[in-house]
Nanobody
Framework: QVQLVESGGGLVQAGGSLRLSCAASGRTFSRDTMGWFRQAPGKEREFVAAISRSGDSTYYADSVKGRFTISRDNAKNTVYLQMNSLKPEDTAVYYC???????????????????WGQGTHVTVSS
């Protein structure tokens, strides 16, 4: 049974920082490309960032580039999302996802990912 469990969400003022974590179990973590997505109230889920199996390649949505950093620790089966300079428009439920396909691309669509966590809430106040 694959499990992805996010943590680290909360309430923060604009300009502040949060670090999200996603702990994976039930699979060989280092075989999966990992991604973060978010869904704001009344909006569709959207891509935030992705990281390759080894961690040497990353990709970001334009809206978070330069402010967010995705990283992973394969020894701990955990992927992180460091979020700096947060804005009210970053308010959303943040989900981590695992892409179990053998390809090396960093997917940005929901369809690219096979497993999903339950999400963690991030609220940025102005």
């Amino acid at each position: 049974q694959v499990q992805l469990v996010e943590s680290g969400g909360g309430l923060v003022q604009a300009g502040g920082s949060l670090r999200l974590s996603c702990a994976a179990s039930g699979r060989t973590f280092s075989r999966d490309t990992m991604g973060w997505f978010r869904q704001a109230p009344g909006k569709e889920r959207e891509f935030v960032a992705a990281i390759s199996r080894s961690g040497d390649s990353t990709y970001y949505a334009d809206s978070v580039k330069g402010r967010f950093t995705i990283s992973r620790d394969n020894a701990k089966n955990t992927v992180y999302l460091q979020m700096n300079s947060l804005k009210p428009e970053d308010t959303a439920v943040y989900y981590c996802a695992a892409d179990a396909s053998p390809g090396s691309w960093l997917g940005t669509s929901l369809r690219s990912y096979d497993y999903w966590g339950q999400g963690t809430h991030v609220t940025v106040s102005s």
